[in-house]
């Protein structure tokens, strides 16, 4: 069994260190420095995978750990951003209450199964990256509102499929 103290979770969790330098940027009008620290997350982010390839430490708790950070991280910095007026705050509040709700949803899918798992889900993961995307958009000053009110329609759409998935569809492997 792989330690859940690897290098790979050690990236993870420094994700964790760009949440105040990113509070300080917003709460300053610093818009470029707010954007390079959720560049540096994103980077950290697509880090930590290669980092467990390298030294062969994947594990589930890993993967987990991951998810989780990304939705912690990525739900922090909207919330910021909303509260700043930096991103439209309904859209927000519906894009966290679509994430709590897969994160319920991948709770009851590892009761499904049996053992803590990290729900694999392609098209759940472009959301998160189109996430990151519009927190870079709106921290570079870009007008976002039109998309995080279309990207609401997409993580519907997303959270749907995936509910299906989990709660309805046999569990893989499983011989029922």
Known sequence: M??????????TASRFLCLPPFVWAVDNGYHQWATLFVVICGLLDKVDGLVAKIFNCRSV???????????????????????????????VIAVISLGLTNSGLRAIYSKRVGRPVNYKSYAMERIVAYT??????ATGEFEVAFYFWMFVPLMVIVVLHDTKRMLIDAVPGSTA
């Open 132 to 137: 990151a995307y519009l927190l870079g958009f």
């Open 61 to 91: 708790f890993g993967e987990l750990f991951d998810a989780i950070t990304d939705g912690i991280c990525y739900g922090f910095c909207l919330i910021i951003l909303a509260a700043y007026g930096w991103a439209p705050v309904i859209p």
């Open 2 to 11: 792989v330690s859940p103290y690897n290098p790979a979770n050690a990236v």
